[in-house]
């Protein structure tokens, strides 16, 4: 094995340890989550098991983060555009546009805690595309459910709340302007 697959795999075992922890969970709360026994857990977590698909699949669905995010894997793309995840509490959050004007990002929400949603008001407007999971979304008085392949889109001055709907996690993709921007234009014939 080269040097830099033989970095790449020594990485992944502390990536996962800081993300646990950053989610305050313990091995024992992870095993029951995941299925994965604590001491394969433990292993894995200290480079002497080696990351395999079948481990790291429910641990990136778990921690609500690519594939890619646990490996390590390097950038592609527009080397203009910084893929580097941004986790807020619980929530993961993967830019795909530079700064400024309307931002386009995927959200990654985890399965619902039993906290009671906060809805927040702030400047701007949004429009958001269910990849996967179901989302729960609070807006104003109102609570939808919202299937992969369904979009909602709504000034963010109303209360709103995004969490995932069940026990699985939620992949969004959002397109947002800070300044009320419309994320697009409905075309109307004359």
Do not use: C
Request: proline share 7%; net charge neutral; no cysteine.
């Amino acid at each position: 094995m080269n040097s830099a697959k033989k970095d790449v795999l020594e990485a992944v075992g502390p990536r996962l340890r800081e993300l646990r922890r950053r989610r305050g969970l313990t091995l024992a709360e992870l095993s029951q989550r995941t299925g994965i026994s604590e001491s394969t857990l433990s292993r894995l977590e200290g480079g002497s098991r080696k990351p395999t698909l079948e481990l790291l699949l429910p641990l990136a669905e778990i921690y609500a983060v690519p594939l890619d995010h646990l490996v390590g894997a390097p950038r592609t793309g527009d080397p203009r555009i910084h893929l580097r995840p941004v986790v807020r509490g619980d929530r993961t959050f993967v830019p795909l546009s530079d700064p400024g004007g309307v931002q386009a990002y995927k959200l990654l929400i985890p399965p619902t805690s039993h906290a009671e949603p906060e809805l927040q008001t702030h400047e701007g407007f949004e429009w958001l595309y269910v990849l996967g999971g179901r989302l729960r979304l609070l807006l104003g008085d109102q609570s939808l459910s919202l299937k992969p392949g369904e979009a909602a889109e709504f000034d963010t001055h109303v209360p709103h709340w995004l969490g995932a709907d069940g026990d699985q996690a939620v992949e969004l993709l959002i397109l947002f302007g800070r300044q009320g921007e419309r994320a697009h234009l409905r075309a109307r014939s004359t």
